[in-house]
């Protein structure tokens, strides 16, 4: 691909527009500026404080003990369909 001098001239003035519009602060957003995310951080705090001091869950009464096999190669294998 041939690099003509309109090509050339093309690339440097894409290039000269990017680089000034990046070189511009971009506008951060306060707290202010969003109330719907500041209200589902203020639920989501109340909430993480409602779980601290919430009752813990029961424990689990029913154990299963899983029953394994062993293969020609010493390994065990789990019996994954066994039927409750």
Partial sequence: MKLDR???LLL????AAGWWTSSRPAPTPG??????L???AKAAKSLLW??????????DASTRVVRTRVDREGFEILDNAETL
């Avoid at 707290?31 to 719907?36: A, E, I, L, Q, S």
């Avoid at 409602?50 to 424990?59: G, S, Y």
């Fill in 38 to 40: 500041r209200w589902i």
């Fill in 6 to 8: 309109s090509t050339m």
């Fill in 12 to 15: 440097v003035i894409v290039f």
């Fill in 50 to 59: 409602i779980a601290l001091v919430a009752e813990p869950a029961p424990p």
């Fill in 31 to 36: 707290p202010t500026d969003r109330p719907v």
